[in-house]
């Protein structure tokens, strides 16, 4: 079976939405109801969306449908069916995949099942006079429900310190000619029991272990750097042979890092600079004056940490080692672009001091010239010169968070 990629969210998610035991008592339903169509919005600090409910009450039957837009702008679908017998979720796992468990009792006695205190006032909620219940989860989550008969129309749920989730229904359709298309399993799709989700979960767990510890381990050599240095200087020889056309173009680099202050300062020729204050990732045109930046990127963003030696040199062994400005070195090789073009570096403890990148058009050559260290490093040189217009972008580490420092370099000895 082919491994997922998940997060440790829809981890728990599943877990919770394929474990819950089902009651067997007799629901309240409105007198007369034989199917039912709720549509819910939901909302929280970080999304929002909606939610529609459909029900077939006599033939024990439901559909939840939910869809979700992130603050990133990701869009997530959700549907569980229960069909009668069996409880399906779509979209929670891979595509075109369905886990599924049997259930006993009503297909939504679990999803509307009241708890905690209730209220002596009522409320209206979607023009449905409404039972209210109150809950503490824990010391720290709050739960409040409001129900019509045992219809779940609202719900608010609030954590000390944190978010603040609202279900609440906007629309309600009673005796809705409901499709039997909207209970069935859609063609296409192969199924996976409880606990083929949950041994994969397993084992996702666990591959997310062991790459962590390898990242730690890995990390070992630039923490006993940052605790040798309080800055470093580098300069760099920077050749670009584009023999195609017969040109070839010369430029300096300067990298500047105070690991003490987590800063950084990157000058690439007479043009482009860029800044890590500490908290803002500055990207610099020098001679239009223009900075776009990046923030939040977090006090554990090491921001001289190059994300080809990240992507390459922790998930592959070194193909030998060198001495660049007199500094012993691990090699690295990567094709990629379909074997277009090949990227060989040179790392020293987590610094790349070489880098040879060959294009089907071109040769880009790095190397490091000299190499100073514990040097004073003025504060002006981490600093957005006056003058700038810096424009907030976009940032990357919306979905994939930035790398960590380990706890024990985060305070380096002098």
């Not at 997060?7 to 007799?26: D, G, N, P, R, T």
């Not at 381990?217 to 006993?224: C, G, H, N, S, Y």
Request: glycine fraction near 6%.
């Amino acid at each position: 079976m082919e491994k997922k990629k998940i997060s440790v969210f829809l981890i728990i998610f599943l877990l919770i939405l394929f474990k819950s035991s089902y009651a067997s008592e007799k629901s309240d339903v409105p007198n007369g109801l034989k199917t039912i169509e709720i549509s819910y919005k939901v909302t929280n600090d970080n999304v929002t969306g909606i939610e529609v409910i459909s029900i077939d009450f006599q033939g024990n039957r439901m559909r939840e449908e939910k869809t979700i837009n992130s603050l990133s702008g990701t869009k997530t679908k959700i549907i569980i069916l229960y069909d009668g017998i069996r409880k399906y979720g779509l979209g929670v796992w891979g595509e075109n995949e369905a886990i599924y468990s049997e259930y006993k009792g009503n297909a939504w006695d679990e999803r509307f099942k009241k708890s905690g205190k209730r209220l002596e006032a009522s409320e209206t909620i979607a023009g449905k006079v409404c039972d209210v219940y109150e809950e503490d989860r824990s010391e720290k989550i709050h739960v409040k429900k409001w129900f019509w008969h045992d219809i779940l129309l609202k719900q608010v749920t609030k954590i000390d310190g944190g978010m603040t989730s609202v279900l609440e229904a906007t629309g309600i359709k009673e005796n809705p000619i409901l499709d039997d298309s909207l209970f069935t399993l859609p063609a296409g799709y192969s199924t996976l029991s409880e606990e083929d989700v949950e041994n994969e979960a397993n084992e996702i767990r666990k591959s997310i272990k062991e790459h962590k510890d390898k990242i730690d381990r890995d990390l070992k050599p630039q923490a006993e750097m940052m605790e040798r240095y309080k800055t470093v200087q580098i300069l760099f020889n920077i050749t670009e042979n584009m023999y195609k056309y017969n040109m070839t173009t010369t430029s300096k680099r300067i990298l500047s890092i105070d690991f003490q202050g987590n800063r950084m300062r990157d000058e690439r020729g007479l043009q482009n600079c860029a800044i890590f204050d500490g908290k803002r990732l500055y990207h610099i045109d020098i001679k239009s004056k223009k900075a776009t930046y990046l923030e939040p990127v977090g006090q554990d963003y090491l921001p001289w940490e190059d994300d080809k030696l990240y992507g390459m040199g922790f998930d592959r062994q070194p193909v030998g080692s060198e001495k660049i400005a007199g500094e012993d070195c691990q090699i690295y090789e990567h094709t990629q672009d379909s074997g277009k073009t090949d990227v060989k570096i040179w790392s020293w403890n987590g610094l790349i001091l070489k880098e040879v990148i060959k294009y089907d058009y071109a040769i880009y050559t790095m190397e490091a010239t000299e190499i100073k260290r514990n040097i004073v490093l003025n504060d002006d040189l981490f600093i957005l010169p006056s003058g700038y217009l810096a424009e907030k972008r976009p940032s990357p580490w919306i979905e994939n968070e930035p790398k960590k420092v380990p706890n024990h370099v985060k305070n380096p000895q002098n």
